[in-house]
């Protein structure tokens, strides 16, 4: 017996059918939105994280803020007890990240094929060392392009996500329900 109609026995005599009423076709299967508390929490620690961000990055005349910690950011402060927002796959993700992209630029050079690879094994060594965090992918993508200097780049990488990643458990002290973060290591 084939697998759809194994499926369709085990149903509900009501969704049997190939189309749902109309009424439950536009019901979202979104969670639900989270409290006003919950948003302004959030979204006042991702401010705070970015402006910090770009505060050290004034005092430093370095670029602190990048794309990648910006969605780091929203990991962190918008789904605090996901794995990919654990200060592991932060911190570890965004440094893993930016070293495999160094590595794609030492042996490929900074081509737009090479950024592409660089993004595609950032993943696969964040898997392996346990610390995924997608934005991290973007990390390396933007190592590759833009060429910066290692020695520069990476002690300025560390500490601005550690700065993401201390904000959160501010934040997350604060909030009602979940804290931040989960675990540690």
Do not use: C
């Not at 934005?135 to 590759?144: G, M, Q, S």
């Not at 993401?164 to 804290?179: D, E, H, P």
């Amino acid at each position: 017996m084939s697998t759809d109609i194994k499926e369709a026995e085990n149903m509900p005599a009501s969704r049997t059918s190939t189309q749902e009423s109309p009424s439950r076709a536009w019901v979202s299967k979104a969670p639900p939105r989270p409290g006003w508390g919950v948003v302004a929490t959030a979204t006042a620690a991702s401010v705070t994280g970015l402006v910090a961000l770009v505060a050290a990055g004034k005092a430093l005349d370095q670029v602190l803020l990048i794309p990648p910690l910006a969605a780091s950011a929203a990991l962190v402060y918008g789904a605090p007890g996901l794995p990919l927002s654990q200060p592991r796959s932060v911190i570890g993700g965004q440094f893993l990240s930016a070293v495999t992209g160094f590595v794609v630029l030492w042996a490929a050079g900074g081509s737009a094929w090479a950024a592409a690879v660089a993004g595609g094994l950032a993943l696969g060594v964040m898997q392996l060392a346990r610390t995924p965090h997608s934005p991290a992918a973007a990390t390396a993508v933007i190592v590759v392009a833009t060429k910066p200097d290692a020695a520069l780049f990476l002690p300025l990488l560390v500490p601005a996500t550690v700065v993401l990643v201390l904000i959160g458990i501010i934040a997350g002290r604060t909030r009602a329900g979940s804290r931040y973060p989960a675990y540690w290591w």
